[in-house]
């Protein structure tokens, strides 16, 4: 994706020739049941000398998820960047770029831990456009959370010549009705405190009968329960609906 390992690449932003030595290894660890680590990403992470996860609130379950892989001796670089993204989490992926920089530039690999698959609605996308033309850049996909939440009910999430929408439940009623029209099963992600406004949303719509609420799936903490039985003060953002308009024949 970017410069050869043990060549050169332009600074985009500096026009400066660096030396683009060591490599970035975007890691998904999955959803949370450590043993849905994937075999290559357990590889990465335990050959690199410096790992890399974000924090909030001084916690990260990405680490967490690792922890009994974690190698001695890695260097451990904490990303304190709010879950908005945009301009409030900039200094905090400025700062972890940075971090990463020092060993990249000596020659030695970062693993950067992300919840989930690293490409869908990860925070190491924020780095990925940060660290691409600088240092190469290798992705090993994870389960998804969305995935995972299927496979929770369980319920067959999509087959045949079915459609399937993922939309943030930040997203106006319009634009979510217009997700529902399209497709045969929706996936609502981060919910949190737009729970009341998308279960509202789904009755209007008459698919109550057909809608699953999951949280932290493969978690020990997991829940999977009909969205109709959902307590709205349980709510949380880690947390996807699901809603089944058909099932595959």
């Known amino acids: ?31 949370g049941d450590p043993e849905l680590i994937t075999l290559k990403a357990l590889k990465r992470l335990q050959a690199a000398r410096a790992v890399a ?36 989490a900039a200094p905090g992926y400025d700062a ?7 060993h990249l530039d000596r020659g030695e690999d970062v693993a950067v831990l992300c919840e989930g698959d ?31 939440c299927a496979a929770a009910l369980p319920l067959p999430l999509v087959g045949r010549e079915q459609r399937l929408a993922v939309m943030p439940a930040s ?33 209007s719509l008459g698919l109550t009968d057909r809608a699953y609420y999951v949280e932290r799936a493969s978690q020990l903490t997991q829940r999977a329960l009909p969205l109709a039985a959902v307590d709205p003060a349980s709510a949380t953002y880690f947390a996807i609906i699901l ?7």
Request: glycine share 12%.
């Open 171 to 203: 997203g106006s009623d319009e634009r979510l009705r217009e997700g529902f029209a399209f497709a045969d099963s929706v996936a609502l992600v981060k919910i949190g405190r737009h729970f009341q406004r998308v279960r509202a949303l789904i009755e």
């Open 118 to 148: 690293p490409l869908f609605y990860g925070s190491f996308i924020y780095l990925l456009l940060r660290l691409s033309g600088r240092y190469r850049v290798e992705v090993v996909p994870g389960v998804s959370s969305l995935t995972a």
């Open 243 to 249: 809603v089944f308009k058909e099932t595959p024949s």
């Open 1 to 31: 994706m970017a410069g050869a390992k043990d060549g050169d690449a332009m600074d985009p932003d500096q026009n400066l020739t660096v030396s683009a030595v060591g490599t970035v290894y975007g890691i998904g660890v999955g959803p």
């Open 96 to 102: 972890a770029v940075a971090a990463m920089a020092v």
């Open 53 to 88: 996860y974000p924090v909030q609130k001084g916690d990260s379950v990405a680490r967490a998820i690792v922890a009994g892989y974690l190698a001695s001796g890695q260097t451990e670089i904490p990303i304190d960047a709010p879950m908005t993204g945009g301009d409030a």
